[in-house]
């Protein structure tokens, strides 16, 4: 099983600054295969990213995906006071090999 | 646009079978090149993959799951469903179902309790 750690746990940041979230993979997976998502309290997650640095339909440019082998970020270059919530990475392909990172909170310094 | 809208009882006894119905609008189960999937979030907790499946009826579950798990599909009904057997208080959580990854439910909670 491929288990994606993500880093830091929570991330404090203001408002128009930029934001560094990090997945790292126990092993390497494919670019084409790593996606991020967005969650807020009562809410499903929506996925920002797919194929490590393609962005969904209707995601801002500010976000933005990179990585490759273990090592994987997702980047948000000007944070908006939406923009804060949890972020998850994840490796979707191929089955059964689907796992979720544990999370990155992103609250308001 | 795709809409999923998860149902079923929001209460479920121990040793006892959950079952979620998905039904899908703006879409068609039977036309989407894409599985559609089982996810779900035990409260304050992350995500787990339960599993998914095709139109064609063919499926892929998580290996720590597969034992009580089934989903199926009914493509006249443009729905798709989830059965876990043999459920414990470890498995409350939100079921969310999705369009392999991109559209989602809003999720409903299922609590497992006497």
């Given at each position: 099983e491929i288990v994606l750690t993500q880093s830091p746990g929570t991330l404090s940041l203001s408002p128009g600054e930029r934001a560094t979230l990090s997945c790292r993979a126990s092993q390497s997976v494919s670019s084409s295969s790593l996606a991020w998502y967005q969650q807020k309290p009562g809410q499903a997650p929506r996925l920002?990213?797919?194929?490590?640095s393609s962005r969904a339909t209707g995601i801002p440019d500010r976000f933005s995906g990179s990585g490759s082998g273990t090592d994987f970020t997702l980047t948000i270059s000007r944070l908006e006071p939406e923009d804060f919530a949890l972020y998850y990475c994840q490796h979707y392909a191929p089955s059964p090999s689907i796992t979720f990172g544990q999370g990155t909170r992103l609250e308001v310094k | 646009q795709v809409q999923l809208q998860e149902s079923g009882p929001g209460l479920v006894k121990p040793s006892e079978t959950l079952s979620l119905t998905c039904t899908v609008s703006g879409g068609s189960v039977s036309s989407s090149s894409y599985p559609w999937s089982w996810i779900r979030q035990p409260p304050g907790k992350g995500l787990e993959w339960i599993g998914y499946i095709y139109s064609s009826g063919s499926t892929n579950y998580n290996p720590s799951l597969k034992s009580r798990v089934t989903i199926s599909v009914d493509t006249s009904k443009n729905q798709f469903s989830l059965k876990l057997t043999s459920v414990t208080a470890a498995d409350t959580a939100v079921y969310y179902c999705a369009r392999y990854f991109d559209y989602w439910g809003q999720g409903i909670l299922v609590t497992v309790s006497s």
């Open positions: 920002l990213i797919y194929g490590a | -």
